[in-house]
């Protein structure tokens, strides 16, 4: 069984003695003479010690006080965890609303376009260019009898807002390839054309929008127009349905001048309250309760924050007054990882959660008023919120030993893991650096520097492997040939070295981890000095009213502990 750190002992004439165990295993101790009443006072700080960072069910025994954080961690998860699922059902169908419009608008608008094209839809001739902004055009001015939805134009005033037909291109230049010449102003000019959705769209020509598209020095053509709609889907959970403007933007992208005009369509939601709005068999008053529930929230996380900052705090407190105890009474100066056992991690970590879970259910307060849509940073919010509460109860699992061996594993693996992963990183960037700029010409999966991180690291995970070696192209025989040694060499050192290694690192920790459970773990001179406590919970002894005293000092007084932390 390893040695304690350092212990305190009485010899046979009621000296007391602080026994330092060094690295050598080698004993020394300093004297110190002390009378009854500073012994008492040592009990009483040792005693006040060992409450301090006893577990909520012991300190219930030793004071009878009820473990109210804990239950109130148990009540946040409760609550947290149903606004999460509540918040999540909702988004999950104002995203399926917002994906199936913009597949709705890519049929509608998109001349011949099928799912299985969406990544290479394209035209390769002039008069398909001008065919398929015609499409456009002549789909948008006839939408109102077409399409199968409750879409409309946006109106303001008596005016519906316009089309936009514009197209970017260089100033100025001329091309001669056969030259091998160009001469081109690099300045983009712009030109537009409105339409507005009142005259019936005539019959298609080669160009029937007498918009004359310079191809020479064309950069990109830009078709935007907005359309508005309601989705009805939230009156079958007696939801008020949400309003929805659509700013649609079809791209016709020429920057390459390779003979290829990609196209695409995009648009971008805005959601709002609609201003009139008569429903039978729904109303307000379910928003409402949800509101009052997304208070309550707030409350019992504000509660939970302020018990753990000033269990934080107590424990701040707590540890000058030892770090001064040690000082004045043993000339002896407190290692910094005695200092942080004071300082509760999962405080902290309760603490950020609480701040990110409040401000994201302020978000969605202000979601269900409609005052704003930002549902994307209301989901990271509530969503890593929510993560770091489930996470936090580990701590209360963490006072049973069966459950606990996890919680150790990590703790005691973490700094290794972290060195560990840096230097496995450097040879990580390495690959990442030499693949994109060797092989990103012939294979997609190397094209762009996150593309080729993304790749690696499924490479890794063993994800794909046959089709990364499969899709290379081999119109450069030395380039193949490269990456078939880049390829090989990556997978033999990351997934039978680096992965082994990782996992051996983890593994030989948690075995460390069960012998010392098993032989009994080393003590720091704090735990060796709470050791010398004898009083079990249920002795009594554990008085709400402690003596305490002053460092430096010979007088002492009574007052009220405030370290109850639980």
Sequence with gaps: MPFPAGVIDMDDSGEAYLCINDPNGNWSGSHAVLDPLEEEEEEEFRRKLKYFFMNPCDKYTARGRKPWKLILQILKIAVVTIQLVSFGLSNQMVVQFKEENLMTFRHLFLKNFSRSSANTYAVYTKHNVYTHIAYVVEQFLTLPSITLGNHEYEKKGEVYTPLSVCQQFYHNGSLSPANESFHIDAHVDEECLLIYPLHPFSTITANPLNFTLH???????????????????????????????????????????????????????????????????????????????????????????????????????????????????????VSFSDRMEFINGWFILIIVSDVLTITGSLLKIIIQLQAMASYDLCSILLGT???????????????????????????AAFPNVIRFSCCAAMIFLGYCFCGWIVLGPYHTKFRTLNVVFESLFSLINGDDMFATFKNMQQKSYVVWLFSRLYLYTFVSLFIYMVLSLFITLITDTYDTMKHQRSDGEPVSDLQAFIMQCKDPPESGRFSVNETRFLMGCCSHRTCRSDDDTD
């Design 215 to 333: 191809f020479e020095r064309l950069l990109a053509v830009t078709v935007k127009f907005t359309l508005k709609s309601i989705n009805l889907e939230t009156v079958q959970y007696h939801e008020l349905p949400d309003c929805y403007l659509f700013n649609i933007m079809i791209t016709f992208d020429n920057k390459p001048h390779s003979g290829r005009i990609g196209i695409d369509l995009d648009s971008d939601v805005q959601i709002y309250e609609c201003r009139d709005w008569t429903v039978t068999g729904a109303s307000q008053r379910d928003m409402y309760i949800m509101v009052l529930f997304d208070i309550m929230v707030i409350l019992i996380l504000l509660l939970s924050l302020l018990l753990c900052m000033r269990s934080v705090k107590a424990g701040v407190l707590l540890q000058f007054e030892y770090t001064a105890f040690f000082s004045s009474r043993y000339s002896k100066r």
């Design 385 to 411: 919120g929510t993560m770091f509460v489930w996470i936090g109860a580990l701590r209360y699992m963490g006072y049973l030993k069966k459950y606990n061996i996890l919680i150790i594993t990590l703790r």
